[in-house]
């Protein structure tokens, strides 16, 4: 564990679940999948929590209606990751006294448009007055087989793909929390639940890209004990207009997959062996995953920069949210910084703890 | 609908779902179960979930083991009452920046002592930084039979019982937001999970007192459109200690039923002609359910107080902390010109809308 227990946010967790035990139903262990997994009879169930409170609180989130698609998405994106079928969602709100009818009423529309996208149900909730906006949804799926998708299981030369292009996620909050004159406002994530299928025939491992795709990434070769190595045509994999606007406001686009606001895409990965098949079957399923790299036998995470092949410092990464004190403008001081190492250090190496 | 509606509660409930779809899959309808029954093959799913926020804010949990005690045990108290037996639960955590690493500790051990006296466990869930402390718990569990038990069945003539005596829910809150000078430390709910099987046998509807006594009467009349008569033996339902904290206080006894702060007890009815088979196995489980009195026709609460059998207005009991803006003191002083009424214009009838 003392590798997953290098990034802070791991070891919050496994102080805070030190003393529970752990129940005979379920699959699962800390950290291996995006949810949990319980057996029931025949049938795997997949349960998940996810609240949103500091993106309200920071102002990343400042539309009532985006809140509501949120809470939603967030959760089915958990399903989606295991190769769940939603049966539903609780949604608890606490609501401000002062919060206007008309922004509940984008809150509930928010939350309603999400659940008729994925063809799910609002199942039941609980509604608090108090002092801040804090939305807390939990997912419930079934999985009909023997097993779920785990974020363990991959191999070195499987494929690595994404569902869809990244980086919308930190355009936006770079967009909310950081920029003053230029905004970024195609922000409207979508949970990839269709790839549920596909994914439980042919994924050795997924997790989504709820934190961006370098956390991942990272996440996955702590778990699996493999790194991954991406390709050099990376640009394919970026969302247009974030690479845009990456571009006018000068930041390097690599940093729109180091942010920590993912897009909510998944990442997973395809032995080579069924990689055709695999594709074949997505196409006819009108999916378009992208291919991003490699799993390589190292445990580092390698991406194609300035022309050299960098072995990036994603313990670093990872950890600067907390380490800077969630202070958006030294977050990104100390990233340039680390951009500017690698651009003109290329051979300092950083491994990862 | 319009009786529900008259509970200002109920009215905001009905208006934030009014856009959302039911799920297929979902047995009972919005204010019709204490958990939320789904169809899954041949199993019933109970599902759930409550917050504590207010309960913190106000001041009322300052203790934060009970804090974690309660998020457990409210969530496992609404499984109780459906007859479910749990799974789990997920918890999802927002932790204030300065909230003390002591107190977190306190705070996860009253959530694992409160998981190992029920015999579930903590699946999973979420942990943020926020500004005010509020946990979320979502509590899954499962009925073995083709019915759960809902809020809606009971008769004229059945029985009403209680799980356990009642008021120290409204002691404890009397005394963190009122008294300055007189406090009332006993309060550690137990959810009733041990009468499920008894239940599921024998009670014709069941719904927790969560939110005390009168507001569970009365929200089970305006599902079954039947009202309840009380017995004048009411002094043995109500909890000794809370009992004596209320006359040291000068407080009318029957406060102690209409405050919202609950005790986690089962309401629940069982048909005059399957009581003493109730009774008897009950008491075989170790069971001591308390009789508080009956099922009636008209569509009142009937409660002896003062020599006289009173109609309570348990419209104005339940709407008035909104109405006072959840100004305790406020509240209070109603409640005591309330009972000043019954007690010297008993003839006075109240009716509920």
Chains 1, 2 share one sequence.
């Not at 699962?28 to 993106?55: C, F, G, Q, R, Y």
């Not at 042919?202 to 934190?211: E, I, K, L, N």
């Not at 990456?246 to 940093?255: A, G, M, V």
Request: glycine letters at 6%.
């Amino acid at each position: 564990m003392y590798k997953l227990n290098s990034i802070l946010e791991n070891r919050t967790i496994n102080q805070l679940i030190s003393d529970f035990k752990r129940s005979p139903n379920q699959l699962n262990k800390p950290h291996e999948s995006d949810a949990e997994i319980l057996k029931l009879n025949n049938t795997l169930l997949a349960v998940t929590t996810d609240s949103i409170s500091e993106e309200i609180s920071q102002g990343l989130y400042d539309d009532p209606y985006l809140v509501g698609w949120m809470i939603v998405t967030v959760n089915m994106s958990d399903l989606a990751a295991v190769g769940a079928t939603p049966l539903g969602i609780l949604i608890s709100e606490i609501i401000p006294k002062h919060f206007k009818e008309e922004k509940n009423k984008e809150l509930q529309k928010g939350i309603s448009d999400a659940c008729n996208t994925y063809n799910t149900f609002v199942l039941g909730g609980d509604t608090n007055e108090g002092d801040c906006l804090v939305l807390t949804g939990t997912a419930i799926g079934i999985i009909n087989q023997d097993k779920s998708i785990s974020r363990i299981g991959c191999k070195p030369n499987d494929i690595v793909y994404t569902s869809g292009r990244l980086g919308s996620g930190n355009a936006y909050a770079i967009s909310k929390l950081i920029s003053q004159t230029n905004s970024f406002s195609n922000y409207k994530p979508l949970a990839q639940l269709k790839y549920a299928n596909v994914n439980m025939q042919y994924a050795s491992c997924c997790m989504d890209t709820s934190d961006g795709l370098i956390t991942t990434l990272d996440q996955l070769m702590r778990l699996n004990n493999y790194g991954f190595e991406l390709d050099e045509n990376l640009e394919n994999a970026i969302d247009i207009r974030a690479f845009e606007y990456s571009k006018n406001l000068n930041i390097p686009p690599w940093l729109l997959f180091a942010g920590q606001h993912g897009e909510f895409e998944l990442i997973f990965t395809i032995p080579n062996n069924t990689k055709d098949l695999f594709l074949k079957e997505a196409f006819q399923n009108s999916l378009n995953p992208i291919e991003l790299g490699k799993v390589i036998h190292q445990k580092e995470i390698k991406i194609p920069l300035y022309d050299e092949l960098i072995s990036m410092n994603t313990t670093f990464i990872r950890n600067l949210p907390i380490e800077t004190n969630s202070d958006v403008n030294h977050y990104l001081k100390m990233l340039l910084e680390y951009d500017y190492q690698i651009k003109n250090e290329p051979c300092l190496k950083f491994t990862s703890p």
